[in-house]
T-cell receptor
Protein backbone atom coordinates (compact mmCIF):
# COMPACT_ATOMS: atom_id res chain seq x y z
CA UNK A 1 0.00 0.00 0.00
CA UNK A 2 0.93 3.66 -0.06
CA UNK A 3 3.43 4.85 2.48
CA UNK A 4 4.37 8.30 3.66
CA UNK A 5 7.84 8.70 5.13
CA UNK A 6 8.50 11.58 7.47
CA UNK A 7 11.82 12.95 8.57
CA UNK A 8 13.26 13.60 10.97
CA UNK A 9 11.53 11.23 13.39
CA UNK A 10 12.22 13.63 16.23
CA UNK A 11 13.73 17.04 16.83
CA UNK A 12 14.84 18.77 19.98
CA UNK A 13 15.30 22.48 19.47
CA UNK A 14 15.71 25.69 21.40
CA UNK A 15 12.79 28.08 21.73
CA UNK A 16 12.97 30.71 18.99
CA UNK A 17 14.60 28.44 16.42
CA UNK A 18 13.03 27.67 13.07
CA UNK A 19 12.07 24.07 12.29
CA UNK A 20 11.72 22.19 9.04
CA UNK A 21 10.31 18.71 8.52
CA UNK A 22 9.32 16.83 5.42
CA UNK A 23 7.23 14.04 4.07
CA UNK A 24 7.85 11.88 0.99
CA UNK A 25 5.84 9.29 -0.83
CA UNK A 26 6.41 6.77 -3.60
CA UNK A 27 2.94 7.61 -4.95
CA UNK A 28 1.46 10.83 -6.20
CA UNK A 29 -1.00 12.59 -3.93
CA UNK A 30 -3.43 15.25 -5.08
CA UNK A 31 -3.75 16.73 -1.61
CA UNK A 32 -1.41 16.95 1.35
CA UNK A 33 -2.63 17.59 4.87
CA UNK A 34 -0.50 18.48 7.87
CA UNK A 35 -1.79 17.67 11.35
CA UNK A 36 -0.47 18.27 14.87
CA UNK A 37 -1.22 15.88 17.70
CA UNK A 38 -0.79 16.74 21.37
CA UNK A 39 -0.40 13.86 23.85
CA UNK A 40 -3.68 12.02 24.46
CA UNK A 41 -5.60 14.12 21.94
CA UNK A 42 -6.79 13.85 18.37
CA UNK A 43 -4.91 15.19 15.33
CA UNK A 44 -5.68 18.84 14.59
CA UNK A 45 -5.58 19.99 10.98
CA UNK A 46 -2.98 22.72 10.45
CA UNK A 47 -2.65 23.19 6.71
CA UNK A 48 -4.14 21.68 3.55
CA UNK A 49 -2.32 21.80 0.21
CA UNK A 50 -4.08 21.23 -3.09
CA UNK A 51 -1.78 22.21 -5.96
CA UNK A 52 1.72 21.12 -6.90
CA UNK A 53 4.14 23.91 -5.99
CA UNK A 54 1.61 25.58 -3.69
CA UNK A 55 3.03 27.40 -0.66
CA UNK A 56 0.53 28.02 2.14
CA UNK A 57 0.95 29.74 5.50
CA UNK A 58 -0.98 29.55 8.75
CA UNK A 59 0.57 31.96 11.22
CA UNK A 60 4.13 30.83 11.92
CA UNK A 61 3.59 27.65 9.90
CA UNK A 62 4.38 27.37 6.20
CA UNK A 63 3.90 24.28 4.09
CA UNK A 64 4.70 23.51 0.48
CA UNK A 65 3.34 20.92 -1.90
CA UNK A 66 6.24 19.52 -3.94
CA UNK A 67 6.27 19.91 -7.71
CA UNK A 68 6.39 16.14 -8.25
CA UNK A 69 3.36 15.74 -5.93
CA UNK A 70 5.35 13.14 -4.03
CA UNK A 71 6.60 15.33 -1.22
CA UNK A 72 5.77 18.19 1.10
CA UNK A 73 7.54 20.13 3.80
CA UNK A 74 6.37 22.01 6.87
CA UNK A 75 8.30 24.89 8.41
CA UNK A 76 7.68 26.45 11.79
CA UNK A 77 9.30 29.79 12.41
CA UNK A 78 10.34 31.16 15.81
CA UNK A 79 9.26 28.05 17.73
CA UNK A 80 7.56 28.38 21.11
CA UNK A 81 6.98 25.79 23.86
CA UNK A 82 3.38 25.13 22.77
CA UNK A 83 4.68 23.90 19.39
CA UNK A 84 5.66 20.69 21.18
CA UNK A 85 3.83 17.69 19.80
CA UNK A 86 3.84 15.22 16.94
CA UNK A 87 3.40 16.52 13.41
CA UNK A 88 1.87 14.17 10.85
CA UNK A 89 1.55 14.50 7.14
CA UNK A 90 -1.40 12.72 5.56
CA UNK A 91 -2.79 12.24 2.11
CA UNK A 92 -6.12 11.16 0.68
CA UNK A 93 -6.39 9.86 -2.86
CA UNK A 94 -9.80 11.42 -3.41
CA UNK A 95 -12.61 13.11 -1.50
CA UNK A 96 -14.16 10.88 1.09
CA UNK A 97 -11.18 8.59 0.89
CA UNK A 98 -9.07 7.16 3.70
CA UNK A 99 -6.11 9.18 4.87
CA UNK A 100 -2.69 7.59 4.79
CA UNK A 101 -0.59 8.98 7.63
CA UNK A 102 3.15 9.36 7.88
CA UNK A 103 5.00 8.12 10.94
CA UNK A 104 5.18 11.60 12.44
CA UNK A 105 7.89 14.02 13.54
CA UNK A 106 8.07 14.51 17.30
CA UNK A 107 9.03 18.08 18.13
CA UNK A 108 10.41 19.05 21.50
CA UNK A 109 11.16 22.69 22.34
CA UNK A 110 13.47 23.71 25.12
CA UNK A 111 12.49 27.03 26.74
CA UNK B 1 -16.42 26.48 15.88
CA UNK B 2 -18.03 23.10 15.10
CA UNK B 3 -16.08 20.07 16.25
CA UNK B 4 -16.25 16.30 16.32
CA UNK B 5 -17.06 14.90 19.75
CA UNK B 6 -16.50 11.39 21.07
CA UNK B 7 -17.67 9.44 24.10
CA UNK B 8 -16.47 7.96 26.31
CA UNK B 9 -13.01 9.46 26.61
CA UNK B 10 -11.74 6.26 28.19
CA UNK B 11 -13.24 2.77 28.15
CA UNK B 12 -11.86 -0.19 30.04
CA UNK B 13 -13.27 -3.59 29.13
CA UNK B 14 -12.49 -7.24 29.60
CA UNK B 15 -11.34 -9.41 26.74
CA UNK B 16 -14.30 -10.91 24.90
CA UNK B 17 -16.72 -8.14 25.82
CA UNK B 18 -18.52 -5.93 23.32
CA UNK B 19 -17.84 -2.20 23.25
CA UNK B 20 -19.54 0.64 21.43
CA UNK B 21 -17.64 3.84 20.80
CA UNK B 22 -19.71 6.88 19.97
CA UNK B 23 -19.07 9.93 17.85
CA UNK B 24 -21.00 13.02 16.86
CA UNK B 25 -19.51 14.29 13.59
CA UNK B 26 -19.65 17.92 12.47
CA UNK B 27 -23.29 18.55 11.63
CA UNK B 28 -23.13 19.35 7.91
CA UNK B 29 -20.49 16.74 7.09
CA UNK B 30 -21.40 13.71 5.03
CA UNK B 31 -18.31 11.47 5.19
CA UNK B 32 -17.47 9.75 8.46
CA UNK B 33 -14.42 7.76 9.42
CA UNK B 34 -12.89 5.69 12.17
CA UNK B 35 -9.16 5.48 12.72
CA UNK B 36 -7.10 3.92 15.46
CA UNK B 37 -3.69 4.63 16.94
CA UNK B 38 -1.84 2.07 18.97
CA UNK B 39 0.33 3.74 21.60
CA UNK B 40 3.43 5.28 20.05
CA UNK B 41 2.46 4.40 16.50
CA UNK B 42 0.92 6.22 13.57
CA UNK B 43 -2.76 6.72 12.91
CA UNK B 44 -4.31 3.85 10.92
CA UNK B 45 -7.49 3.94 8.87
CA UNK B 46 -10.29 1.54 9.78
CA UNK B 47 -13.40 2.45 7.83
CA UNK B 48 -15.20 5.23 5.98
CA UNK B 49 -18.96 5.68 5.77
CA UNK B 50 -21.05 7.66 3.33
CA UNK B 51 -24.71 7.68 2.44
CA UNK B 52 -25.51 5.11 5.12
CA UNK B 53 -23.06 2.51 3.97
CA UNK B 54 -19.41 1.59 4.26
CA UNK B 55 -17.48 3.13 1.38
CA UNK B 56 -14.04 1.78 2.23
CA UNK B 57 -12.46 -0.39 4.90
CA UNK B 58 -9.00 -1.58 5.78
CA UNK B 59 -7.89 -5.14 6.51
CA UNK B 60 -7.93 -4.25 10.21
CA UNK B 61 -11.71 -3.80 9.99
CA UNK B 62 -12.66 -7.49 10.15
CA UNK B 63 -15.93 -9.16 11.11
CA UNK B 64 -15.49 -8.15 14.74
CA UNK B 65 -16.04 -4.51 13.79
CA UNK B 66 -19.18 -2.77 12.63
CA UNK B 67 -20.31 0.81 12.18
CA UNK B 68 -23.70 2.38 12.34
CA UNK B 69 -25.36 5.74 12.03
CA UNK B 70 -28.39 5.08 14.25
CA UNK B 71 -29.83 8.58 13.94
CA UNK B 72 -29.10 11.90 12.29
CA UNK B 73 -26.23 12.82 14.55
CA UNK B 74 -24.42 9.81 16.01
CA UNK B 75 -21.89 7.52 14.36
CA UNK B 76 -20.82 4.42 16.27
CA UNK B 77 -18.09 1.81 16.11
CA UNK B 78 -18.85 -1.56 17.67
CA UNK B 79 -16.27 -4.19 18.50
CA UNK B 80 -18.12 -7.45 19.13
CA UNK B 81 -15.58 -9.44 21.10
CA UNK B 82 -12.61 -7.38 22.15
CA UNK B 83 -9.06 -8.71 22.09
CA UNK B 84 -6.04 -7.45 23.97
CA UNK B 85 -4.60 -6.09 20.72
CA UNK B 86 -7.67 -3.86 20.27
CA UNK B 87 -6.27 -1.60 22.99
CA UNK B 88 -5.64 1.73 21.27
CA UNK B 89 -6.92 5.26 20.81
CA UNK B 90 -9.89 5.30 18.46
CA UNK B 91 -10.54 8.49 16.54
CA UNK B 92 -13.64 9.49 14.69
CA UNK B 93 -13.33 12.01 11.85
CA UNK B 94 -15.66 13.69 9.41
CA UNK B 95 -15.42 15.67 6.20
CA UNK B 96 -17.72 17.70 4.01
CA UNK B 97 -19.02 16.71 0.59
CA UNK B 98 -16.67 18.90 -1.40
CA UNK B 99 -13.60 18.66 0.81
CA UNK B 100 -10.55 16.50 1.33
CA UNK B 101 -10.09 17.92 4.83
CA UNK B 102 -10.90 15.51 7.63
CA UNK B 103 -11.53 16.79 11.14
CA UNK B 104 -10.80 14.52 14.06
CA UNK B 105 -12.41 14.08 17.45
CA UNK B 106 -10.46 13.90 20.71
CA UNK B 107 -10.48 10.11 20.70
CA UNK B 108 -11.58 7.27 22.95
CA UNK B 109 -8.84 5.39 24.73
CA UNK B 110 -9.84 1.71 24.76
CA UNK B 111 -8.07 -0.54 27.22
CA UNK B 112 -8.77 -4.27 26.98
CA UNK B 113 -7.69 -6.31 29.99
Amino acid sequence: GQQLNQSPQSMFIQEGEDVSMNCTSSSIFNTWLWYKQDPGEGPVLLIALYKAGELTSNGRLTAQFGITRKDSFLNISASIPSDVGIYFCAGPQKMGNMLTFGGGTRLMVKP
Amino acid sequence: EPEVTQTPSHQVTQMGQEVILRCVPISNHLYFYWYRQILGQKVEFLVSFYNNEISEKSEIFDDQFSVERPDGSNFTLKIRSTKLEDSAMYFCASSGLESYEQYFGPGTRLTVT
